[in-house]
T-cell receptor, first 117, second 114 residues
Framework: AQSVAQPEDQVNVAEGNPLTVKCTYSVSGNPYLFWYVQYPNRGLQFLLKYITGDNLVKGSYGFEAEFNKSQTSFHLKKPSALVSDSALYFCAVRDWAGGTSYGKLTFGQGTILTVHP | DSGVTQTPKHLITATGQRVTLRCSPRSGDLSVYWYQQSLDQGLQFLIQYYNGEERAKGNILERFSAQQFPDLHSELNLSSLELGDSALYFC?????????????FGPGTRLTVL
């Protein structure tokens, strides 16, 4: 069964500093990896995805993520954090096993990012 | 705004009752997903429909059912409600059912069971 772990419940960073939100995954086939952000009382917003190709993926709002197959990780990064980046971040994985496409996303527990002025 | 709409935004009801949550996918999206978000369980996949047919099933209780109509909107029916069903229910949609398509989420319906 596929699973996602976000080892940090909370990440605190000062505005202007780089940020990293960690994610590790476990799948039986090829991993399709996603990052979503959730602001208070809002739905999830898609940030970026890794399907194949370049291990460094660039997404919305200046975010990027690095896929590392040997470490089974997909950490979210941003070179310079903004106060407005403060939100709940979810890593998710979809498992593609052989000839079958599964629709479900398996989410991590989420990481609360707080960027201090 | 993702383009996915959900109604109602809030729902307060009593134990034992039945409710229906409605979702309209983004224009052109054929696949609809339902998720439940709660403090203790996190975000859990419930069920997926593609062009009117059930495609994948997750941890959906037997008291819950869903369908996707010919106009592609979807409804999630929750019956014999229990206190533990209180949660935020999200609908998401994607163009196809493939694993590599990102899903776009609606604003959610907050269900409170008293």
């Amino acid at each position: 069964a596929q699973s996602v772990a976000q080892p940090e419940d909370q990440v605190n960073v000062a505005e202007g500093n780089p940020l990293t939100v960690k994610c590790t995954y476990s799948v039986s086939g090829n991993p399709y990896l996603f990052w979503y952000v959730q602001y208070p009382n809002r739905g999830l917003q898609f940030l970026l995805k890794y399907i194949t190709g370049d291990n460094l993926v660039k997404g919305s709002y200046g975010f990027e993520a690095e896929f590392n197959k040997s470490q089974t990780s997909f950490h979210l990064k941003k070179p310079s954090a903004l106060v407005s980046d403060s939100a709940l971040y979810f890593c998710a994985v979809r498992d593609w096993a052989g000839g079958t496409s599964y629709g479900k996303l398996t989410f991590g527990q989420g990481t609360i990012l707080t960027v201090h002025p | 705004d993702s383009g996915v709409t959900q109604t109602p935004k809030h729902l307060i009801t009593a134990t034992g009752q039945r409710v229906t949550l409605r979702c309209s996918p983004r224009s052109g999206d054929l696949s609809v997903y339902w998720y439940q978000q709660s403090l203790d369980q996190g975000l859990q996949f419930l069920i997926q429909y593609y062009n009117g047919e059930e495609r994948a099933k997750g941890n959906i209780l037997e008291r819950f059912s869903a369908q996707q109509f010919p106009d592609l909107h979807s409804e999630l029916n929750l019956s014999s409600l229990e206190l533990g069903d209180s949660a935020l229910y999200f609908c998401a949609s994607s163009v196809l059912a493939s694993s590599y398509n990102e899903q776009f989420f609606g604003p959610g319906t907050r269900l409170t069971v008293l």
